[in-house]
C-alpha cells in the first residue's frame, strides 16, 4: 500500500484558498483533500476544525510588499513621485489578491467574532500610520509639502480601494469591467504635483 504524500501547511492552505475562490466558501474539504492526495480527516487532524482552516487560508498577508516600502521609509535620492507611485502599485495589487478572500470569508458563515478578530491582527490596522509617517518623513526630507500627512494617507489608500472594489464587484455581477490602464501613473502624478513644495519667489 503506498504512503500518503505528505503535503506542507503552505501546500494546503493554498489549495483550500484556490477551491474557495473557484466554488465559493462552501467548497467540499473531500475535493480539497483528493487534490492533495490526502484525506479530509487528514486536514481537520492538521488543523482542527473547518472554520480554523478557512480562516488560515484566508487571512491576510502577514507582511505584504506595501507595508516593506513604507517601514522602509522615504528616499532622499530618489523622485516623491517614484517612490509614491511604487506603493500605490503594492497597495493595490495587495487589495486585488485579497478582496475575494474577505468576500468569501463574510460569506462562510463563521461568527463575526473570529472573523473581526482576524482583521485586528491585519497589516491594515497599522497601515494608516505607516503611511502617515512615511508621508512625515517624505516632509521633512523637503521632498513635499504636506500639512495633514494622515487626511493625505487616507486619500492615497482610498484611490487604491475605489477601481479595485469596482473591479470586483463588475465582476462579481458580470458588469462593465472598468479600464485601470495607466491609473496609478496618473493618481501618483496628480498627488505629487498637489504636494510638491512651493517655490520660494525673490521679493
Known sequence: MPRPRLVSDAEILAAVRKGVLEQ????SLDLIAERLGVTSPALFKRFG???AL???ALKLPDHPRFIELLEAGPEARQPFETQLHAIVEAHMAFLDECWPCMAALRESGIPKEQVKELFTKSPLQRALALMTGWLDKARKLG???VAEPEHIAM???GAGHMPVMMTHMAKHTGGKVPSVDGYTRHVTKMISKGLAPKRKTLQ
Do not use: A, K, M, T
Not at 24 to 27: A, E, I, L, N, S
Open 54 to 56: 478557512l480562516l488560515s
Open 24 to 27: 465559493g466558501p462552501q467548497v
Open 49 to 51: 476544525s473547518r472554520n
Open 155 to 157: 486619500v492615497v489608500f
Open 143 to 145: 521632498l513635499i509639502d
